[in-house]
Nanobody, 113 residues
C-alpha cells in the first residue's frame, strides 16, 4: 500500500495550495479518506474527511477555506486550501479511514505572514 502525498510548499498568507494523495494497493473508491495535519510541538489533528460516497466533514477553523475532494478514477485524494493562514503551517498527511488504516508520508505546508 502506498499513499503518496504531494503539493506542499511555502506560501504567504492569503495564498492557495492544492495537496494531492495518490493511493495504490487499496480499493480507493470504497475507502473513506481523510487529511490530518501536525504542527511543530502539537498533536496530529483531523483537518477534513470524505466518505466513499463523497460526504465531507471539516475542522471548524478550515471551513469555508479548505475543500476535500476525490477522483476515484485516478485513486487520488485532494485538499484545496485557499486563504491560507500562518496557523495552517504543518505537515499534512493523508489517511485511510476505512480499515486497514494507512498513513501517507506527509507533505510540509509553510505559511508566512
Amino acid at each position: 500500500v502506498q499513499l503518496q502525498a504531494s503539493g506542499g510548499g511555502s506560501v504567504q498568507a492569503g495564498e492557495s495550495l492544492r495537496l494531492s494523495c495518490a493511493a495504490s494497493g487499496i480499493i480507493f473508491s470504497m475507502s473513506n479518506m481523510a487529511w490530518f495535519r501536525q504542527a511543530p510541538g502539537k498533536q496530529r489533528e483531523l483537518v477534513a474527511d470524505i466518505t466513499s460516497r463523497g460526504v465531507t466533514n471539516y475542522k471548524d477553523s478550515v471551513k469555508g477555506r479548505f475543500t476535500i475532494f476525490r477522483d476515484n478514477a485516478k485513486s487520488t485524494l485532494y485538499l484545496q486550501m485557499n486563504n491560507l493562514k500562518p496557523e495552517d503551517t504543518a505537515v499534512y498527511f493523508c489517511y485511510t479511514r476505512t480499515a486497514p488504516n494507512y498513513w501517507g508520508q506527509g507533505t510540509l505546508v509553510t505559511v508566512s505572514s
